[in-house]
């Protein structure tokens, strides 16, 4: 046996780190904060993605921000809703006031037709006195005036245009004061029919005009090419018209004046086919029911072709005037055209209904999506105050967690440090996860006994209290310096302290390194170490080391102890028991591995208290 005499100046090892105080406390806010993340497993700084999607609800940053999340997430599909409808509703609201303007347009359009309806009859008539002056003939155009005037009156609206230069057109009363100017003037000045038909085909071609720009402000109209057939029939009643007009001052005066005559007689009428083949391109719908009034009157055509053969034939040939033969043209072609105007009156009407019928269907949509957007507006709040509500508790319910979770940690932490005094970690980490512990087997280890010299004596003339005080105070400075240290403590029984390095952590031959640096600490530090009830009185120290195998394993299921089993327990506490107060007694294999260490003195022990105690011990 050797006696280990001096500390060596090898350093303690990286143990020093992993002190107890680390790991016992209560957390800080910063702290349970990171530990609440892991649990949600929120994301980390460094993916600013995912940190933006989501937060810690237990922080009032988190709360605002989840909150605010919360809300965007029920208001964006509703806003999304809204801002269709609302779309549809801006849509439906515009066709509907594009189809009531288009009535309106439609109703205008046939008070103008009406207009000029009576304007072309009251040109044939004039144009008829000015070919045939006669008492018969200013008849028939005194009765015209009042026709005229009264279709004037009955028109609702009477748009003027800024780009119309002509004054007399500004206002219905302008109109018909230059209307009535010239009828007053008829008989005071030589006018020719030619001219009378130019002055009303002037006044009449403004009023077409105004119709074409009706039809073209409706051009997003569903039914915009139904409106230019119309347009185009309306046009085609005015040809009829002119070629009438043309026709009376034939028959009356027995033939044209001029060859000029002849062809604006021509040009109106090809210009009226035209005009039905296009409307017959626009809308079947009218053509088919200008054909439908036709068949009503298969007479009509008849007598009229014929008159209008006559026309062509006789371009340059004079025959005998007949005011008869020209009422009965007039007649005629009168009758035609109110044929055209049955027509004009009937596609109207369709016109009309249909436009009526958008306009109620629009309105229903209307009020549907009102009353949508009333149940939206009074929902709304209610769902953003239950979101709220439902955030608020949710954060709450977050918070109280968290609370617990704080507690429940400082709790695991406590009882974690009992369980890593009464085990080592490393086996009390695998008894929580349920696996068997097998005793094991470690081929070289370092163990540490020690006790007080004259325990005996002092705990005999000291109470039960003073015993436990002492113990007690002298065991926390011993496990407060063994922690610098890569050892493991292993149980104390009274007086006795265990300790082994090298179990359950394989340190390779640092044990007994580790050991030896912590028996020197030990004896230093309990020199200076007063006994709390004996004042002035030190303890004194008796240790014992030996290295080799051992067994090492948990014992006990209810109160479960690691512990080491072998010779080598029993050969250092023959060590421990046969030591000298405050000195550090080691075996013979402890000294061959220190001695491979430099920095450490060792000195053999033979002296007689060692030989009495041998003798004691084989007897």
């Known amino acids: 046996m050797v006696f280990f005499k001096r500390k060596s100046q090898i350093q303690p090892s990286s143990k020093t780190n992993l002190s107890l105080s680390s790991s016992m406390g209560s957390m800080t806010q910063s702290q349970l904060n990171t530990i609440i993340s892991d649990m949600l497993s929120l994301p980390q700084a460094g993916n600013s993605c995912e940190v933006m999607c989501r937060d810690n609800p237990i922080t009032n940053a988190g709360?605002?921000?989840?909150?605010?999340?919360?809300?965007?997430?029920?208001?964006?599909?509703?806003?999304?809703?809204?801002?269709?409808m609302g779309n549809v509703f801006i849509s439906v609201v515009k066709n509907y006031y594009e189809a009531t303007g288009i009535r309106t347009s439609l109703f205008f359009s046939v008070e103008l037709g009406q207009m000029m309806r009576y304007l072309q009859r009251e040109r044939d008539m004039s144009a008829l006195y000015v070919g045939a002056i006669g008492k018969d003939t200013k008849d028939y155009l005194l009765r015209r005036y009042p026709d005229t005037d009264a279709a004037l009156a009955n028109m609702s609206q009477w748009p003027v245009r800024l780009a119309n230069?002509?004054?007399?057109f500004q206002s219905k009363d302008k109109f018909l004061v230059y209307l009535n100017r010239h009828r007053y003037q008829l008989d005071q000045q030589n006018r020719t029919s030619k001219q009378e038909m130019e002055f009303y085909t002037s006044v009449i071609e403004i009023f077409m005009s105004w119709l074409y720009e009706i039809v073209s402000e409706s051009r997003t109209g569903a039914v915009w090419k139904t409106l230019v057939a119309y347009q185009e029939i309306i046009v085609a009643s005015e040809y009829i018209g002119r070629e009438r007009g043309m026709g009376i001052t034939y028959f009356a005066r027995g033939g044209f004046e001029t060859k000029e005559d002849y062809l604006l007689f021509l040009e109106a009428q090809i210009n009226s086919n035209?005009?039905?083949q296009s409307c017959k391109r626009y809308s079947e719908l009218a053509y088919q029911i200008y054909e439908d009034q036709l068949k009503t009157k298969a007479t009509l055509l008849a007598p009229i072709t014929n008159m209008r053969l006559m026309i062509r034939s006789n371009k340059s040939a004079k025959r005998n005037p007949s005011l008869e033969t020209a009422n009965y043209w007039f007649e005629n072609m009168t009758y035609y055209q109110e044929t055209v105007r049955e027509t004009q009156k009937k596609l109207a009407e369709k016109i009309d209904s249909q436009l009526s019928l958008r306009e109620e269907e629009d309105l229903e949509v209307i009020i549907s999506i009102s009353c949508i957007f009333g149940v939206v507006m009074v929902i709304c709040p209610l769902v953003i105050l239950g979101v709220f509500k439902l955030t608020v508790q949710i954060q709450s319910y977050s918070l109280s967690i968290a609370n617990r979770t704080k507690a429940l940690n400082k709790e695991k932490k406590r009882t974690d440090t009992l369980l890593y005094q009464m085990l080592p970690k490393s086996v009390a980490e695998r008894l929580k996860n349920n696996e068997i512990i097998e005793a094991e087997h470690y081929s070289e280890a370092t163990i540490f006994f020690s006790d007080i010299v004259g325990f005996t004596k002092i705990a005999a003339s000291s109470s039960p209290y003073q015993v436990v005080d002492m113990l007690n105070s002298l065991y926390m400075c011993f496990d407060q310096r063994i922690e610098l240290y890569d050892v493991y403590k292993v149980e104390t029984i009274g007086d006795a302290y265990m300790v082994v390095s090298g179990v359950p952590r394989k340190n390779g031959q640092r044990h007994a390194a580790e050991i030896?640096?912590?028996?020197?600490?030990?004896v230093r530090t309990v020199k200076d170490l007063e006994i709390p009830h004996v004042p002035g009185m030190t303890f004194s120290l008796r240790t014992g080391c030996h290295t080799g195998p051992v067994v090492a394993?948990?014992?006990?299921t209810k109160m479960p102890r690691y512990c080491l089993f072998g010779d080598t327990v029993n050969t250092a506490s023959k060590m421990e028991s046969l030591g000298m107060a405050n000195k550090v007694h080691i075996s013979q294999t402890t000294r061959d591995i220190?001695?491979?260490?430099?920095?450490?003195?060792?000195?053999?022990?033979?002296?007689?208290?060692?030989?009495?105690?041998?003798?004691?011990?084989e007897v």
Request: no cysteine; proline share 2%.
């Open 63 to 84: 709360k605002r921000k989840q909150l605010l999340k919360m809300l965007i997430i029920v208001l964006l599909p509703m806003g999304i809703l809204v801002g269709m």
């Open 165 to 168: 230069i002509r004054t007399e």
């Open 274 to 276: 035209i005009t039905f």
């Open 516 to 522: 030896g640096i912590m028996a020197l600490d030990l």
């Open 553 to 556: 394993g948990v014992v006990g």
């Open 594 to 617: 220190l001695f491979t260490i430099d920095g450490f003195m060792i000195e053999e022990r033979f002296d007689e208290v060692v030989q009495v105690r041998e003798r004691e011990r």
